[in-house]
């Protein structure tokens, strides 16, 4: 076989397996939580939307004011909208924190307990707030998501009480509720904080517009800072 002739097999062999390589599909890549940076939109804190009966939609004023005094006192891009997410879409991965409140009943579908796992494996955040009535079933439906976690009290010395203003005896206590002590309570994953809960204290309240609570002027400003810390917690850790 003549030089010549090799060389022209060998050329519509190489055409032939790039030909193929180019029909072939793009590698599955894992999915994971977009994190802000400058050339990333702002920071959007999404309220979770459930099934159950709770209210999860009270309050919208909350976030918005959270984000805005976040923006005030950080320097932390980020847009004060009031958005929510469907924990079984794949939107859910577009924010680095979500937050879910309310008085009911929450309840999850198969599809949302896998999906909202695999947001916290790729590093998502969940803060959890009782607004009064949901804490049952939260704590069944957080089972679910990671039933190999057991939900643990936070020290007052964790990062979280400190990651921008100081709290040195861990949660404020905003609304009485049973008038029991606040709990902040904590799920782990690789040693990382993923899951933030209040109990007996409901920080968001303090969010709200003024008129709608009639905190006084302190438990708001306590509300809003250490609802800054965990904002400032979820994006650092």
């Not at 990062?159 to 002590?181: C, M, Q, R, V």
Request: proline content about 7%; overall charge negative.
């Amino acid at each position: 076989m003549s030089i010549r002739l090799i060389t022209s097999v060998l050329v519509l062999l190489c055409a032939a397996v790039l030909a193929f390589a180019q029909r072939m599909p793009a590698p599955t890549q894992p999915r994971t939580v977009q994190q802000p940076n400058a050339q990333q939109s702002a920071v959007k804190l999404a309220r979770v939307k459930y099934s159950g009966g709770g209210d999860w939609y009270n309050d919208p004023s909350a976030e918005v004011n959270l984000l805005r005094y976040v923006r005030a006192h950080t320097n932390i891009l980020v847009d004060a909208v009031y958005e929510f997410v469907d924990l079984g879409t794949d939107n859910l991965f577009l924010y680095p924190i979500i937050f879910m409140t309310g008085h009911g009943t929450v309840n999850l579908t198969e599809n949302e307990v896998r999906n909202l796992r695999a947001y916290l494996q790729n590093g998502g955040f969940l803060y959890i707030d009782d607004d009064y009535g949901m804490d049952a079933s939260v704590r069944k439906e957080l089972k679910r998501v990671l039933p190999d976690q057991e939900l643990r009290e936070l020290p007052f010395d964790h990062p979280i009480y400190h990651s921008h203003f100081d709290f040195p005896n861990g949660l404020p206590k905003i609304h009485e509720h049973d008038a029991k002590p606040p709990e902040g309570l904590g799920l782990f994953l690789d040693g990382k904080l993923c899951v933030f809960y209040t109990v007996e204290t409901n920080p968001s309240d303090g969010w709200a517009d003024p008129e709608v609570h009639h905190d006084p002027p302190e438990k708001r400003e306590a509300s809003l800072k250490i609802g800054t810390n965990i904002v400032v917690y979820a994006l650092t850790r």
